[in-house]
């Protein structure tokens, strides 16, 4: 599933051809949605929330994307051949010579002015983890509700959380500040908390391109943990281990030497 350093980077393409221009065709294979409505009408911003994606136009209206594991948006110039099958097209947004296809993502939706406040999925969100203006109080105050024995790993995982972090980025998180996935959240003080957030948003924001600079385990080949099961540790030389984690199943990567679980938790 794209992460928010992923979303992050579309939008800021997306923008680059479709903020301030007006829509010159729409078509869709969604049932029900008005692709058609938006002819006509003037982009007024692509902007990503964790794992969303969402063009507002000057109407008020917002076209509402997430890709989950299987969708992706590409620009094209008008007339260019696609990267991907035609039957594949999610909705097609034409604003004068550039085409944006979102291919496969499972939710596509037309929100009208306003309706963010009340969306199922969106207004619950946590503040995005590469915002500028990251309130950690917030962070820590929706992390605080849940019940003090759930997981890091888990709790990480929890866009009403904080919004953006997905597999890669909590398991590279929680190694650089040396918890383990399946520490409750009781173990760690605020600060530690804070501390975790804090640098899963550094590594994403390097990663984004929003920040200049190299973030140890930003480039696949440089991972920490993340998918390195049964490979040494790149700092201890100790093993990495994996099991999946919580009611989504997602895989947790670790070192057992550079990330003890407390005494409190029995090793998984």
């Keep these: 599933m794209p992460e928010g350093d992923t979303l992050f980077r579309t939008a ?3 923008r680059r051809w479709m903020a301030g221009r007006e ?7 969604v049932p029900g949605l008005p692709a058609s409505r938006l ?3 003037r982009v007024e911003s692509v902007d990503s929330w964790g794992k969303h994606l969402l063009v507002r136009f000057v109407s008020g209206q917002v076209l509402h994307t997430h890709l989950r594991m299987s969708g ?5 110039g008008v007339g260019d051949p696609w990267r991907r099958p035609a039957r594949q ?10 085409a944006a296809v979102c291919f496969n993502a499972p939710v596509v939706e037309l929100l009208a002015a306003r309706a963010e406040e009340v969306h199922p ?4 969100l946590g503040p995005d983890v590469l915002a500028d203006d990251l309130d950690l109080g917030e962070v820590r105050r929706r992390a605080r509700q849940h019940p003090s024995g759930l997981a890091m790993g888990e709790l990480l995982l929890d866009q009403r959380v904080v919004a953006g972090i997905g597999n890669i980025w909590r398991c590279e998180a929680l190694f650089l500040e040396g918890h383990n996935p399946w520490s409750p959240q009781s173990a760690l003080s605020d600060e530690k908390l804070d501390g975790v957030v804090r640098t899963a948003r550094r590594i994403m924001r390097v990663s984004a391109g929003i920040d200049p600079g190299a973030a140890p385990g930003g480039r696949p080949d440089q991972r920490w943990v993340y998918r390195r099961t049964g490979r040494p540790c790149r700092r201890c ?3 990495v281990q994996s099991r999946r984690q919580g009611e989504q199943a997602r895989t947790a990567y670790w070192c057992p030497q550079c990330q003890p679980a407390p005494a409190a938790v029995r090793s998984p």
């Design 72 to 76: 992706s948006w590409h620009v094209y």
């Design 23 to 29: 829509v010159t065709a729409a078509t869709t294979d």
């Design 89 to 98: 097209a999610r909705v097609t947004i034409t604003c004068g010579d550039r």
């Design 237 to 239: 030389g100790s093993l």
């Design 12 to 14: 800021v393409t997306l």
């Design 39 to 41: 002819v006509g009408q």
């Design 121 to 124: 999925a969106l207004a619950g």
